[in-house]
């Protein structure tokens, strides 16, 4: 895993702010459906949009490092990704904007895979156009996006476990064992499920109880 | 299992069901219901002398009927907790006692008619759903023959004939003659594989479990007749395929083809008539017995769960994972996570597989002692809260409180708050703000796409969790559709003001898409009702107004509906090209005087 580097957050300029797009090729995911480079050109004649680039894999470690250097480079303070879903990479390029010292929450996200080049393959034309539009869609509302910040909460380290068969008895007891409390419920008169059933088990021919 | 029952850091309730659960990741109240077992778990000795003076017979869940138990009775030797219990609609009368022969052998006093159903609630960081299975009916596949022809056993049930410990003690004895058979049949692929009955996906354990039961077989019945009737063997994981070779060179014939009826003989045998798809003849094959490899089902409790804890299904009724490859153990609410069959079938190695994944997932979730909390909620503005009350009414969390009568500006409890954005989405005043999710950045968005060339364009809002990942499920799936739609994400469709859909056919837009969740499956306990009632409502608006409210349209479309999302593109496109440059004209006229 990564380790977090504290980096001290810089405020982002009231006023014009300065916007990085970077458009994906994704290999050929995106490339080979989306014109990208024409995706970046207009979207580089947007207002407020300081650099806007095709990248090859902006999720890489190389990607992510130009994304970095341009933000000191070009003093960004907001970083548009047009690349696979957010419900994939939000997370990653959050991580990147944070330690390049900007607020996670000033990235947006274009879905250029799943949503645009897998769906309209037989459409280059119009995939690139819809690409455009949504690169676009993203610029307008990252210009608005305000810096937020997460809060913490205590928690209770216990794991309630719903069900006593072979998973539940091996999640518990992986959780006990790690010195978490756990609470297993089960809705039979004993634990055991189907598993417990069962005569000899594949692959081993041992007794399942 | 016993290791369960002594672990100092594991509470087991048993005869319990969750009943409620509230809160969030880090701190959810459960409610459990726990049932009376009418015998003290701690002090029982699984003895059995009370057992042996109940005067009524039942039959034996545990062993699927092929043997009796009594009213008060221990589910198998080595149940956990080790304690015997009654069933309590079976037992002769506890309230007035009329039998009462047990609490007079019980030396240990353990037995307590008083006993009354629990309430038990704990709190909890995290869940873990691991509910399991059920085994597919094959009633309903009446060409099989199975409860018409007693020698036609399901695969659970043959497990019981052939375990030492059941009720044959480990013989495996036909129902009709209690003989052992010379010649016993497989059918594979029962419930499983089949668009018209039971799932059309693949059960995972029945072709190893069958192979398994040919090995038992032979090592306890060196010269017994074994027939498998197959689709195709799937013996994909370590060590399976030397099982299946091992079976084979065991002597075990293999025939590839379903039979398509099964009939009793004199002998109350069974006569299988089959096509072999090898040889492309159809054959008849005279069995003593015969054995259905029964496919899983998803645990009854599902749906009711996934409601609990705001879930996702796919179309096959197990739980919905966050992401098939990369989260296939966390579920998309957080603090949630699947173990074993709940997920999909599995054979035991991958459900334990899976629930050592799980553990490690709470784990890590739970290490640091604290949670952090989801910065993308509602704020209100103090200035132009009227105190009406809307926001309290509508938000599924209670976490917004206004006090009506003093006329005090609400106050969003950001805690409780999930950010699905439906207050702010029905404040009349425009008093709360969504944050990452303004009115100002979701208007710029619409504005961006519809300041050129709208006629050509479907505006869709998709919210998060179940339109927005159908979406990429039909990226995922290479699912081919116009592309002329554009995607305005919001965490829940309850977000999606009515102010967005005016904006939009002010802008031009011919045809507007608001897509949400399946009512019930929200990811927002609820919210989605009020998209439902918002968008009723426009609906009526446009047609007083002279707009056609069929520009508008609502679907639901969940997380695994990848078709259907593709579909709704393919319509909501012909809905768009029936929309003239004079209708759109017309409708801006209305909209901007």
Known sequence: MEATVLVKETEPAAENPRIGVYVCHCGLNIAQTVDCRRVAESTALLSDVIVSKDIGYACSEPGQQQIKDDIREYELDRVVVASCSPRLHEPTFRQMLQSSGLNPYLLEMANLREQCSWVHMKDPEGATRKAQDLVKMAVSRIRLLQPLQEDTLPLTPRTLVIGGGVAGIQAALDLADNGYDVVLVEKRPTIGGVMAQLDKTFPTMDCSI | ?593
């Open chain 2, 1 to 593: 299992m016993t290791d369960v029952g002594r672990h100092p850091r594991i509470t087991l309730y048993t005869l319990s069901e969750v009943v409620d659960v509230k809160g969030y990741v880090g701190n959810f109240d459960v409610r459990i219901l726990k049932k009376a077992r009418y015998v003290n778990e701690k002090e029982c000795t699984a003895c059995g002398e009370c057992a042996k003076v109940c005067p009524v017979v039942r039959p034996d869940e545990f062993n699927l009927g092929l043997s009796s138990r009594r009213a008060i009775f221990s589910p198998f030797p080595q149940a956990v907790p080790s304690a015997y219990v009654i069933n309590i609609a079976e037992c002769l009368g506890h309230n007035p006692v009329v039998c009462a022969k047990c609490v007079e052998a019980c030396d240990k006093g353990c037995i307590n008619f008083h006993m009354s159903d629990e309430e038990i609630v704990e709190t909890v960081g995290s869940i873990v759903v691991a509910t399991g299975l059920e085994v597919y009916d094959p009633t309903e596949m009446d060409e099989y023959g199975y409860t018409r022809f007693p020698n036609v056993v399901t695969s659970l049930e043959f497990e019981r004939l052939i375990n030492a410990g059941g009720p044959t003690g480990g013989e495996v004895l036909r129902p009709t003659d209690r003989k052992p058979p010379r010649s016993i049949g497989f059918v594979q692929c029962v419930g499983s594989r089949s668009a018209k009955r039971g799932g059309s996906y693949c059960s995972n354990i029945c072709c190893m479990n069958t192979v398994k039961s040919t090995l038992m077989l032979k090592e306890h019945y060196p010269g017994v007749d074994i027939k498998v009737f197959y689709i195709d063997i799937r013996a994909f994981g370590k060590g399976f395929e030397d099982l299946y070779t091992r079976s084979r060179r065991l002597g075990v014939h293999y025939l590839r083809g379903l039979p398509g009826t099964v009939a009793e003989g004199p002998d109350r045998g069974l006569i299988v008539s089959v096509e072999n798809t090898a040889t492309g003849k159809l054959e008849t094959h005279h069995l003593d017995m015969l054995v259905l490899a029964l496919g899983m089902k998803p645990a009854s409790s599902t749906q009711r769960l996934q409601e609990m804890l705001g879930l996702q299904l796919t179309p096959d009724g197990f739980f919905l994972e966050a992401h098939p490859k990369l989260q296939p153990v966390d579920a998309a609410t957080r603090g949630v996570f699947y173990a074993g069959c709940a997920e999909s079938p599995k054979d035991i190695k991958e459900s334990v597989t899976q629930a050592s994944a799980a553990a490690a997932r709470a784990i890590r979730l739970m290490h640091k002692g604290e949670i952090t909390t989801e910065p993308i909620t509602s704020m209100v503005v103090a200035e132009a809260c009227k105190s009406c009350g809307k926001c309290a009414e509508v938000c599924p969390y209670n976490a917004i409180s206004v006090d009506v009568k003093r006329k005090t500006p609400a106050v969003v409890n950001t805690a409780a708050c999930a950010g699905c954005g439906t207050c702010a989405a029905e404040c009349p005043f425009d008093a709360i703000v969504m944050n990452h999710f303004t009115d100002d950045q979701i208007l710029h968005q619409v504005h961006a796409l519809l300041e050129e060339d709208s006629k050509e364009k479907v505006l869709a809002f998709a919210c998060n969790w179940c339109s927005y990942a159908g979406a990429d499920f039909a990226g995922v799936s290479r699912l081919q559709y116009p592309p002329n739609v554009r995607i305005i994400r919001t965490m829940c469709s309850g977000r999606v003001d009515e102010k967005f859909v005016w904006e939009g056919f002010r802008m031009g837009a011919p045809v507007i898409l608001v897509s949400g969740c399946h009512i019930g499956d929200c990811h927002y306990i609820d919210a989605n009702h009020w998209t439902e009632k918002r968008v009723a409502k426009i609906h009526k608006k446009m047609a007083k107004l002279g707009i056609r409210p069929e520009r508008l349209q609502l679907e639901w479309i969940s997380a695994a509906e990848g078709v259907r999302f593709a579909e709704v593109m393919k319509r909501m496109e012909a809905l768009r090209e029936q929309v003239s440059f004079d209708e759109i004209a017309e409708t801006v006229r209305i909209l901007t005087e």
